[in-house]
């Protein structure tokens, strides 16, 4: 087919064939493109080299590229990349829980076996921790209330407002009291007297309700107690309410109003690094048991 070198625009479909042709980039180039002075229309002839147009589909496109591998499903090649990976993170999660809870599973138990009923938190409770073999879980909790009433030299009248309940994993018993004067007599008593054998005991008033707890460090061992009251308890420590002395170490507990501990408190000038008292779960070193300390064991060693 030839075309005459000038043609009007209005004759130029009068002489070209439209059956054999499409407007537009939409067909592969399979043939030649013509060109009419300033139209700008691009005109795809159809049916010229077929052969060559087979040619060009055979051609791999330039963004495709053959390399050896192992051939997958369509549905493989479809699916989230990293399914896997995300798996595999999320059992280590879960291996890692269980782990944590299976090593915090005991002293967990051990927790929740100690808790106590809900007691008027405006009482003064008094742990007592007896001694000389005596087992809390086994013995009469009403005879030894008894015993322990008459070295206070409190009548039965004026515990009436007393509770008292055992804790037999811990091996202690808590008295609470709304009298101060009732608390002051029970810290007293050091010894009772229980099927004509004495035990000794040992007594503490614990922390009121909505406070906590920090431990200072490096604190001279040769201070009375009160003159740490007067270095703590001071306007520079507005939310100390007291300290006590962990045995004859240079360790004091500081007890605070709420339940935030600040990170430095005042110890007279100076400012000492204040830390989180942390309970921990007692383990007896006479028998071994979790629960209980070793001077409150109810199996001591002859």
Not at 70 to 84: C, M, R, V, Y
Not at 105 to 117: E, M, N
Not at 262 to 270: D, E, F, I, L, Q
Request: hydrophobic share 35%; net charge positive; charged share 20%.
């Amino acid at each position: 087919m030839c075309f005459p070198s000038e043609i009007s625009t209005g004759t130029f479909k009068e002489h070209l064939d439209t059956s054999l042709i499409t407007v537009g980039p939409l067909e592969p180039l399979c043939g030649s493109f013509l060109r009419h002075q300033g139209l700008g229309l691009f005109v795809l002839i159809h049916g010229i080299g077929r052969r060559s147009a087979e040619r060009w589909n055979a051609r791999p496109m330039p963004h495709e590229a053959v390399v050896e591998g192992e051939q997958i499903s369509k549905e493989e090649a479809e699916s989230n990349g990293w399914i896997t990976a995300h798996r595999k993170r999320n059992a280590d999660k879960t291996r890692f829980k269980h782990e944590t809870r299976s090593a915090r599973q005991k002293g967990a138990h051990v927790g929740a076996a100690s808790r106590q009923p809900r007691l008027p938190t405006s009482h003064f409770q008094v742990v007592v921790r007896p001694g000389g073999g005596l087992y809390v879980r086994t013995c009469s909790h009403l005879k030894v209330t008894q015993a322990f009433l008459m070295p206070a030299r409190l009548p039965p009248a004026a515990a009436d407002e007393d509770v008292v309940c055992a804790n037999v994993l811990q091996n202690i018993f808590v008295i609470s009291t709304p009298s101060e004067s009732n608390a002051n007599a029970y810290c007293k008593v050091q010894e009772i007297i229980l099927a004509d054998k004495k035990h000794s005991i040992a007594t503490v008033i614990t922390p009121p309700g909505n406070t906590c707890r920090g431990v200072v460090r490096g604190i001279d061992t040769n201070l009375a107690e009160a003159a740490l009251q007067s270095l703590f308890v001071t306007p520079s420590n507005p939310m100390v309410l007291g300290v006590r002395r962990i045995k004859e170490t240079p360790t004091e507990i500081v007890l605070f109003k709420g339940m935030k501990v600040p990170n430095y408190v005042h110890c007279g000038p100076n400012m000492l690094r204040c830390t989180l008292y942390k309970k921990q779960i007692d383990n007896c070193r006479n028998c071994g048991r979790i629960g209980n300390r070793h001077d409150v064991c109810p199996r001591p060693i002859d």
